[in-house]
């Protein structure tokens, strides 16, 4: 009789039990956290960019650029007639002599010396006591530490031209001239710095 009263309410119970049961979460341990774990991933820092190659090679237009400007055009103040080109140094005296030229401390020291005590003393760049010329041509050679460049300066058909070899090189991220020679001589014993350099500087032969 009980049981038959107790019916569909106990069915009842009996479900809501068995659901509560089911449903209930195990306990935590101790010390667990329910932060999701995080995936560590390598640095995403990208690699330093390495410094360019650099090279003291020179190019055929710099080297020619060079010659140009010890060699350049000439102005109304350092040319007379029909000249068109003359040297860096011209018109120019004093402490500031070179002051104009792309030439190294070394070359310009030991041009200063060329002409020191010498009266009228012709220009230690080239053409004598009056560097003028109305041609001017460059063929220029680049090498690993900067280059020759090759004048060659006249007064036109029927004349001697001047040639001079300019020993280029790189100082301080530079185009220098170092050394100077007349074309085609020895230049370990006709250039700047070998003795006698003004006597033999007017390069015809």
Do not use: H
Not at 19 to 32: E, F, Q
Not at 88 to 109: E, H, K
Request: aromatic share 4%; glycine share 8%.
């Amino acid at each position: 009789m009980i049981r038959r009263r107790c019916g569909g309410a106990c069915a009842s119970l009996i479900v809501l039990i068995l659901l509560v049961s089911c449903g209930s979460p195990a306990n935590p341990t101790a010390g667990a956290t329910n932060t999701p774990a995080i995936r560590s991933t390598p640095s995403q820092t990208p690699a330093p960019t390495p410094s360019p190659t650099t090279t003291a090679a020179a190019t055929v237009s710099e080297l020619t650029a060079i010659a140009a400007l010890v060699y350049p055009n000439c102005t109304p103040a350092n040319c007379v007639g029909g000249a068109m080109f003359t040297t860096c140094d011209a018109s120019s005296s004093g402490a500031d002599v070179f002051a104009s030229c792309p030439l190294t401390a070394r070359l310009i020291a030991q041009l200063r010396q060329d002409v020191q005590g010498v009266p009228s003393a012709p220009d230690p760049i080239g053409g004598g006591q009056d560097p003028e010329w109305t041609t001017r041509t460059v063929t220029a050679t680049p090498s690993a530490t900067g280059g020759i460049a090759q004048v060659v300066l006249g007064f036109g058909p029927g004349t001697a031209p001047e040639k001079y070899d300019l020993v280029v090189v790189v100082q301080a991220s530079q185009l220098l001239v170092d050394d100077l020679y007349c074309t085609g001589a020895d230049a370990s014993a006709n250039d700047v710095f070998a003795p006698g350099w003004i006597t033999r500087s007017v390069c015809t032969t």
